[in-house]
């Protein structure tokens, strides 16, 4: 269990550097001209990711989430790279390890044009090459993007108003769907570094849970963003996160009040990404600095 814990650990922290490094790729001059910021961002940001990772990788020891946040920053890595085919692979890869990464297909339209189709379509293959044995064995296996869990009272899925004892049979597309509406509306308005937040918290917004290792996926989403959206890089977001989705519980029992919080976190980092000024980002070219 121990050597798990320890892969899963250095797996967060390969995470992390995948990060850095596509903030680095699409913001070439960001070590010079914001090398202090950059600096605190990557360390206070970059711990609190790795508190909420450790969350996942050790209490929960949940390898197949691990494995399905490792691989989507691989895929972004990969897409800033330019390695479009890699990108799809990638992207299936964090399918095939665990269903709700689909909210985050809408990396593919981040691709240029001409190569978007190449990316979807090694998405699609390495889907199916993984699922469908299963599947041809065992049509039953479709069954296992549904999930059936109680719906507690601190969920955001109460705080909207749904108040069945347990998951509705529509939670898991919904979330699925939002996700993606909510990422593709992203790399319309030029912003796609945030599509990985918007997409968790569509997850967090209609989930019946509100289990630890979610967390993970929220820092992730919102230390890309720190780095990327905002002129400076601050870890705001990175810190707001942690403080409402870890730091709340410990202080406060109030089942609906903590509802509330996640709620309106989410709420508040979707509107802010997607209506709020912010860096502007076309289809991926590290060769040259983005438009602003």
């Not at 996700?179 to 790399?187: E, H, I, K």
């Amino acid at each position: 269990m121990l050597v798990a814990e320890l892969a899963m650990t250095g797996m967060g922290a390969v995470t992390l550097y995948c990060v850095e490094r596509t903030a680095l790729t699409m913001r070439p001059r960001l070590e010079q001209e914001h090398a202090g910021a950059l600096d605190r961002t990557l360390l206070i940001g970059g711990a609190a990711f790795m508190i909420g990772w450790e969350d996942l990788a050790v209490a929960y020891g949940h390898l197949d989430d691990a494995l399905a946040l490792l691989l989507l920053a691989l895929a972004t890595r990969a897409l800033v790279a330019q390695l479009p085919g890699v990108a799809g692979i990638c992207l299936g890869l964090s399918v095939d390890a665990k269903p709700w990464a689909l909210i985050f297909l809408p990396l593919i339209l981040v691709v240029p044009a001409q190569a978007r189709r190449h990316t979807a379509l090694w998405t699609a293959i390495t889907v199916v090459v993984a699922w469908l044995p299963f599947v041809l064995a065992d049509p039953g296996t479709l069954t296992a993007a549904q999930f059936g869990i109680t719906n507690v009272p601190s969920s955001a899925l109460r705080a909207l108003g749904v108040t069945t004892p347990t998951t509705p049979g529509w939670d898991r597309a919904a979330q699925i769907l939002l996700g993606c509406v909510l990422g593709a509306v992203a790399v319309r308005r030029r912003r796609w570094p945030a599509l990985v937040l918007l997409g968790v918290g569509a997850r967090i917004a209609l989930d019946p849970g509100v289990y630890g290792y979610y967390t993970a996926g929220v820092l992730l989403g919102a230390l890309l963003w720190d780095l990327l959206g905002s002129r400076r890089p601050v870890p705001l977001w990175t810190l707001l996160c942690g403080a409402t989705l870890a730091v709340a519980p410990a202080l406060t029992s109030d089942g609906a009040l903590l509802g509330q919080l996640r709620l309106w976190l989410v709420l508040s980092f979707t509107i802010t990404l997607l209506l709020l000024p912010a860096r502007q980002y076309g289809p991926i070219t590290p060769a040259k600095a983005p438009a602003t």
